[in-house]
């Protein structure tokens, strides 16, 4: 009898582990290849402490547990419907946080590792992918995060093309469109670029800034507590493209009305005239439900981002899908490169999976990683993946990483309701909801459609 021939997982972060226990589950033979070994010498990164599979590097939380009004928790009860290993292992080992979930790290990556270790489908190999997969691999899921080797970086910017960011990353925030006051914020293009194009000429939401407003702005910048480096960040330098908006800053009052503030080209139609200083916002998702703060990449603490960004007219009540920050991180731009099954559009052979994808956060890694473990074992019994709905929290941060993301701005992000095409929910007076009530009618349309979804899946098979 001719053995099956294995699926390769690269990587046992929460991704990897993920992946490769919906491929066991599914009665498909499984690798996981994990370079973390503490009995061999310079097999451990800067990050990791130990060599469990699934170790929680930077925080113990997986965020809200509220599945229904925010996100992530909906992300959570999802994957506890599809089977998932990481939220049963992290429900187990549940610490007291309110309504967030956060897990003891310890008895969490050991619950992981132990059930992985224990299932008759899965092999763990300590061994370094150090290049591209081999060729006799013909199934095989990169999910190894923000610290990817040097060779597997290298090797995939060879095949790709693409920069695999092994720098500071600046990030810029991201601002739900509904929370911008479009009664002082206005669309409009520098010097009305694209109007001669069907729809152009609008291209940006502009948020003017008087003088005394602009130099109270960039005062308040100078004086903003800071994010601190980790010390295996310190050697790696600032990307010279994405300099954070407070070291422009600091540079001189004039630096940022003269860079990403600049008003040439622009006239606020309430006056007239040209502001002394303007904060544009572009299009960050196919929706057109968020807006990125072009050239605002930060380093400053959260909480000072959202004060701080609130004093830009226009933003005053502004929501954050995405505050900004810098570290270092290793992804590839996934709306360019990945199918919609996160296929490497170059060699099928490969999927990714996890951080890599570009997308942020723990608990959207694993469900990444589950969804490639889907798609795998269903590749592997002869059938075509079936993707989850994009009104689903997995959906959604399927189809934003793999095409609903524009690739030429694409960034890491996590999980919110932004990413979720728009809803027309309606109260007793039919007036549009808004707010909390949004979301629960966003989430109660995500569990319907998840239910039907299983349904299908489930006849299928």
Known sequence: MTLEKPIHIVGGGLAGSEAAWQIAEAGRPVVIHEMRSLSIPGRMTDAHKTERLA??????????????????????????????????????????AGSALAVDRDGFAAAVQEKLLAHPNVTVTRDEVAGLPPDDWDSAIIATGPLTSPALSAAIRGLTGEDALAFFDAIAPIVHKESIDMGVAWFQSRYDKGAEVEGGGADYINC???????????????????????QWEKDTPYFDGCLP????????????????????????????????????????????????????QTKMKHGEQVRIFRMIPGLENAEFARLGGIHRNTFINSPRLLDKTLRLKAMPRLRFAGQITGCEGYVESAAVGLMTGLFAAAERRGRTPNMPPATTALGALLSHITGGADAATFQPMNINFGLFPDIDARDVKKRPLRGRERKKAMADRARADLDAWLGAKLAAE
């Not at 909906?74 to 429900?91: F, P, Q, V």
């Not at 003017?208 to 980790?230: G, H, I, N």
């Open 55 to 96: 170790e929680l590097v930077c925080s113990n939380s997986f965020r809200s547990d509220d599945a229904d009004y925010n996100a992530v928790g909906l992300l959570h009860s999802e994957m506890r419907r599809l089977g998932s290993l990481i939220m049963a292992a992290a429900d187990a080992h549940r610490v007291p």
């Open 208 to 230: 003017p800034m008087d003088k005394a407003q602009y130099e109270a702005f960039v005062e308040a910048l100078r004086q903003s507590e800071k994010t601190a480096f980790k």
């Open 245 to 296: 908006i407070e070291v422009m800053a600091e540079r001189g009052v004039d630096t940022l009305a003269h860079g990403p503030m600049k008003p040439v080209g622009l006239r606020d139609p309430r006056t007239g005239h040209r502001p002394w200083a303007v904060v544009q916002l572009r299009q960050d998702n196919a929706l057109g439900t968020l807006f990125n703060m072009v050239g605002f």
